[in-house]
Structures are given as C-alpha cells and as structure tokens.
C-alpha cells in the first residue's frame, strides 16, 4: 500500500513512520504546507518525495486541496497520515480519501480537542495524559479512534509531559497504521 504524510513542522512523527519499516507499506510522499518547515529537511534525508505546497498561492482551499489531490492520484496513494499538519483537512480533500486520512493527536481524544492539546490539558490539571490515533471526519480532531495510549503524570514540568507524549506518539502511529492497513486490505 501507498501513503502521503502531510507535516506542517519538524517530522519526528513523520521520521518514525518512515523508519518503522512497516511491512506492505511504501511511503511515497511528504506533503508539507509551509515552505521553511524542518520535516522538509528530513523528508529530503530519507529519500521520500516532497510536495511543498503553500495555500495562499491558490484562489480557495479547495483549489489548494485539489492541487495536491493531483499529485496523490499520479503517485497512487492508499491513505494519509496526517503527522503535525495544521490545517483542518477541507471537503475536496476529505471526499477522495473519506474512512482513508489518519490523524494523530496529543491528547485522549475527545477530551482537548485543538491546535493547543497539550498545553490545554497541562493548565486543566490533568494526571492522566495520551495520545490518540483517529479517522478524521469533518469536524475538528473528531473521527472513529483507531488506538490510544495513556500515562499517569503527577508533576508540573510541562515540556516533561510533550516529551512522553513524542515518545508514546513515535510508536504508537506505526502501530496504528499497521492495525488499519490490515484492516483495510
């Protein structure tokens, strides 16, 4: 199977998907939506094709969407991962890939929902923490949960708590991609 990546920023979770090494599954392309992002760099590294496509060079969003949908018709993609990318995927995009766009989020969805999961549920005072692996739908950060991963945290170092959230992230996507591509073969 074929899949695009789509990072807006530095691509450590793109980097763990790439050299998981997932069986049956060829990632052919990095889609990144800003120009100066570090993912680009590391999709350069390890030898995965790059489409840097910027949203304010098109007319509207399904302009800019169906120009991507162009080059993951002529690459044969299967499905998406969306690996840090900040734009809310728009109806162009969802339609041609409905039940085939993965997400991963920073948080035990649907608790904290947003661009801001980890710092929202930093300040809420929770002990329980996560990371969610979902289908998208329409709405923002919902969809059907594919996998979670939860730890109990009782201190009060925020930049701790992103750190086991990279961490839990890094191997949880890999097997959660795995778990959907056998679910959808």
């Known amino acids: 199977m074929k899949a695009a990546i ?4 530095s691509g450590t979770n793109f980097e763990a998907l790439v050299n998981a090494q ?3 599954l060829e990632i052919v392309l990095m889609v990144c939506d800003k120009p100066d992002a570090k993912v680009i760099g ?3 590294r390890l030898g995965v094709e790059s489409l840097v496509i910027s949203p304010r060079y098109y007319e509207n969003k399904a302009a800019y969407e169906s120009a991507i949908l162009a080059k ?6 299967d499905f998406i991962c969306l690996a840090g990318y900040m734009r809310i995927v728009g109806d162009t995009l969802y339609n041609a890939y409905a039940g085939r766009i993965l997400n991963i989020h920073p948080a035990l969805l649907p608790s904290f929902k947003g661009a801001h999961a980890i710092d929202d549920a930093f300040n809420f005072g929770v002990k329980v923490f996560g990371v969610t692996v979902h289908l998208i739908d329409l709405t923002i950060d919902g969809g059907t ?8 945290y009782h201190g009060n170092d925020r930049d701790e708590v992103e750190a086991r959230i990279h961490e ?10 795995t778990q959907f591509m056998k679910s959808i073969q």
């Open 42 to 44: 590391r999709a350069k």
């Open 6 to 9: 789509f990072a807006s920023g």
């Open 72 to 77: 993951l018709s002529d690459l044969k993609v």
């Open 168 to 177: 839990i992230e890094h191997v949880l996507y890999p097997e959660a991609v």
């Open 22 to 24: 997932i069986p049956g």
């Open 145 to 152: 949960i594919i996998a979670q991963r939860a730890f109990e």
